[in-house]
């Protein structure tokens, strides 16, 4: 417990000279993003993920297989979405493969823009999801969440993929001491499971109580200050914005 602990606090507030600086805590950030949009997508969007391709590709699967609830159409314009996103990030990363600060600050710069659209589509409309909103939304989230996606692979944090926990689950389990491991970063897999959860639960009970603005408002409101922070601690001598082997 005590080894888990403390990778958690070193996790939120890493030590001077930490080879990844203060990205962890902002990869959390991201995180609880991600819970906030998928919260949107499945509960307000149709039951359509724009962030979790896998579930994703299981719901064309099941749209194509006849069940009335699922859209086949919903799934492709996500799954072309998110495509379409992670290609710009990959690019992004071409660009910025000397300075992570730089790369992280511009992508979820871009991202909180898409994110501004977002919200614009949805307050003008009264939180009502109609049929154009529902594909804009899917459109406009598909996009930042595959340039987040592609961005994050880049950046190379361990445990910290802002999407993705089913391999930080299945590394908790079987790196854990009861499975004979070694138990590398338990903390922060902890956190990186928690923060998912909380984006997810307060997207969840905004959005079943009609404040579809109010949670893609909050998912701005995070990517925001990810940006400005990460723009205002990339000192150009800090060892932590070169890319990692």
Known sequence: MRRLLTDAARTLVPPKGDRHGPLPPLMLTLTVVTGLVDAVSYLALGHVFVANMTGNIVFLGFALAGDENLSALAS????????????????????????RGHLLSIATAIQAILMAAAVITAAAMYGRVTVEVQYALIVLLGLGMGLQNAVARRLGVPDLTTTVLTLTLTGMAADSTLAGGAAPRPGRRMLSVLAMFLGALVGGLLVLHGHLTLTLGLALLLLVATSVTTYRLSAADAAWIRPQP
Do not use: E
Not at 76 to 97: E, H, K, P, Q
């Open 76 to 99: 492709v314009v996500s799954l072309a979405a998110f495509l379409s996103g992670a290609l710009a990030g990959g690019r992004l990363a071409v660009r910025f493969a000397a300075h």
